[in-house]
T-cell receptor
Framework: GAVVSQHPSRVICKSGTSVKIECRSLDFQATTMFWYRQFPKQSLMLMATSNEGSKATYEQGVEKDKFLINHASLTLSTLTVTSAHPEDSSFYIC????????????FGPGTRLTVT | EDQVTQSPEALRLQEGESSSLNCSYTVSGLRGLFWYRQDPGKGPEFLFTLYSAGEEKEKERLKATLTKKESFLHITAPKPEDSATYLCAVPEEYKLSFGAGTTVTVRA
């Protein structure tokens, strides 16, 4: 149980275009999902918290107009990188908080974004 | 602010050479401690939840233990497939506070 999927696993886009990444909890409902960014050999950096049916909460320094988050259902959250630039190239990982006693987070496999 | 510190930063082991990783934390009112395994180019994989001091959890060659101030992840007779970065995390308000991780390399 507790499987989280992400799509696509890899994407290459041109500078100035937008890219959408999907995150799905496959076997549980998640009222809260999280989006992280990870640079090589560094730990996870939380970008934003996505709550079903409400606006996302962004961490300090994260541009909400560049990274659009939509949590339209209890099993789906999307991250759209708008007007992507090469500096947005990174590994993006989502997680879903399980409806358990300790609210463990289960992570997706990640999406490698390359902006050319 | 809660803090999570992991040591060592890197660990190189020979196959079969058991060892332990440490995760120390400062938190007011622990609401669980989580261990994850992360392989290169993949998202973290959930391993364990620990809550009470003295609690132990096991999975194959891994055993996690918890005291009031730290947690240990013991790797018994590791195999090359145990090579990964191991992360510990504690809940901090609505999010997780992660340690920097311990990268374990097991040589055959």
């Amino acid at each position: 149980g507790a499987v989280v999927s992400q799509h696509p696993s890899r994407v290459i886009c041109k500078s100035g275009t937008s890219v959408k990444i999907e995150c799905r909890s496959l076997d549980f409902q998640a009222t809260t999902m999280f989006w992280y960014r990870q640079f090589p050999k560094q730990s996870l950096m939380l970008m934003a918290t996505s709550n079903e049916g409400s606006k996302a909460t962004y961490e300090q320094g994260v541009e909400k107009d560049k990274f659009l988050i939509n949590h339209a259902s209890l099993t789906l959250s999307t991250l759209t990188v708008t007007s992507a630039h090469p500096e947005d190239s990174s590994f993006y990982i989502c997680s879903a908080r399980a409806p358990t006693e300790f609210y463990e987070q289960y992570f997706g496999p990640g999406t490698r974004l390359t902006v050319t | 602010e809660d803090q999570v510190t992991q040591s060592p930063e890197a660990l190189r082991l020979q196959e079969g050479e058991s060892s332990s990783l440490n995760c120390s934390y400062t938190v007011s009112g622990l609401r669980g401690l989580f261990w994850y395994r992360q392989d290169p180019g993949k998202g973290p994989e959930f391993l364990f939840t620990l809550y009470s001091a003295g609690e132990e959890k096991e999975k194959e060659r891994l055993k996690a233990t918890l005291t009031k101030k730290e947690s240990f992840l013991h790797i018994t007779a590791p195999k090359p497939e145990d090579s990964a970065t191991y992360l510990c995390a504690v809940p901090e308000e609505y999010k997780l506070s992660f340690g920097a991780g311990t990268t374990v390399t097991v040589r055959a």
